[in-house]
């Protein structure tokens, strides 16, 4: 291809920092641009393989993320302790600082770990649709892509190998770090990740000092990290926390984990995870925009469509459906979801959505959910609005 059709190079506003910008380039009109893809979903289904699924903390949805947290809340209990400590935060400069030989060692570390004891040495990847990506030869070359081991490895060599684009007139190529823009690049960093924290978890285990486990959880690249501790062991929390800090300096190598300060109330996806309570860590659901709500009746984060724009009205109840469905799953209890439920009714209500609309999706949610004890009141708060 000519160097018109060249990956193009730009700047990116961050939503939380106008100020700062991160570099995209664009691979829209390069030419393995599918393979990328289809590569990119045959990584994602090893990182899924049961071989591996304990030695990192990869999350592949967010709705995982609250039950993540029980979990290892109760893996801390079942090891004896009763309390744990937490530290949260962003990994950063994964595009920037990485080598491209330490990707290409998580990459084989995966092939290795996820696939060493199966015949089956090929992925099938589906031509176009998303799902369907299986271990295994198939042989309808008209829906599916088959390759080895070997040549997805190869794959990601070319594309580190030849990450070229251009910036108005000057052609460049990026020799450090993930390929800005690749289809395969976001797969890459959740893979450099779980490499890291498989050997993290190896190395605390062993580490005489601490002497304990660390649990966790990773939506790629927001990363919770949970220790237990026994608040009637003089000094053990301390250890915990060393515990924690040394994770923070050295756990993920040559990527920084910038953490949040507090630990008590960690704001993540779409959780609050509160470790207030010894014993018991809860989580509620995050609304992002109710602080600004409260103190300017404006929206920070504009999050649904205006009741008066062209969408169906079953297409806006299907959203607020959803947003209620995902309201349940980032709280770990009902008084969590009941608090939440007024801070909702009063965004949708400042684009005037009328109670009916709102109370439909909510009766719906509560019939399909009979059983569950999280809605208990909740058809009541919208109705009181």
Not at 358 to 363: G, K
Request: proline share 5%; charged share 25%.
């Amino acid at each position: 291809f000519n160097a018109n059709n060249l990956p193009y190079g730009y700047f990116l506003p961050k939503n939380k920092d106008l100020k700062k910008t991160r570099p995209i380039v664009s691979y829209a009109t390069h030419p393995m641009r599918h393979m990328l893809q289809r590569a990119s979903r045959g990584l994602s289904l090893l990182l899924k393989s049961p071989a591996i699924k304990d030695l990192h903390f990869t999350l592949h949805r967010t709705d995982e993320f609250a039950q993540s947290i029980l979990n290892a809340q109760k893996q801390c209990h079942d090891e004896g302790y009763n309390h744990a400590a937490v530290m949260a935060g962003d990994i950063k400069q994964m595009y920037t600082e990485l080598p491209h030989s330490d990707i290409m060692e998580a990459v084989d570390w995966l092939i290795s770990q996820a696939a060493p004891n199966t015949r089956r040495k090929h992925i099938s990847v589906p031509r176009r649709a998303r799902h369907g990506t299986h271990m295994g030869t198939n042989y309808n070359t008209k829906s599916f892509v088959t390759f080895t081991l070997d040549e997805l490895r190869e794959i990601v060599r070319f594309d580190l190998d030849n990450a070229i684009f251009k910036v108005g007139d000057t052609i460049l190529k990026q020799n450090v770090g993930i390929p800005m823009g690749s289809p395969i690049s976001p797969v890459l960093a959740i893979v450099v990740c779980a490499f890291y924290e498989a050997k993290l978890k190896a190395s605390i285990k062993s580490n005489p000092t601490f002497n304990r486990n660390i649990h966790g959880a990773r939506y790629v690249d927001d990363a919770i990290l949970i220790v237990g501790y026994n608040t009637d062991t003089p000094g053990d929390e301390i250890i915990a926390n060393d515990m924690l800090q040394h994770v923070a300096d050295n756990g993920y190598q040559k990527l920084t984990l910038e953490c949040d300060p507090d630990r008590n109330h960690i704001k993540m996806l779409e959780s609050i995870v509160d470790t207030t309570d010894v014993g018991n860590i809860s989580l509620r659901f995050w609304h992002k925009n109710a602080e600004s709500i409260n103190d300017h009746n404006t929206q920070k984060f504009i999050k649904y469509q205006h009741f008066d724009s062209f969408s169906p009205y079953n297409a806006k109840r299907g959203v607020l459906i959803s947003s209620l469905l995902r309201m349940r799953k980032a709280s770990s209890h009902h008084e969590g979801l009941q608090r939440a439920i007024p801070a909702f009714v009063k965004e949708l209500r400042l684009l005037d959505y009328p109670l009916g609309i709102i109370r439909s999706a909510v009766n719906t949610v509560t019939h399909r959910s009979d059983n569950d004890p999280f809605w208990r009141g909740v058809v009541n708060l919208v109705y009181d609005a």
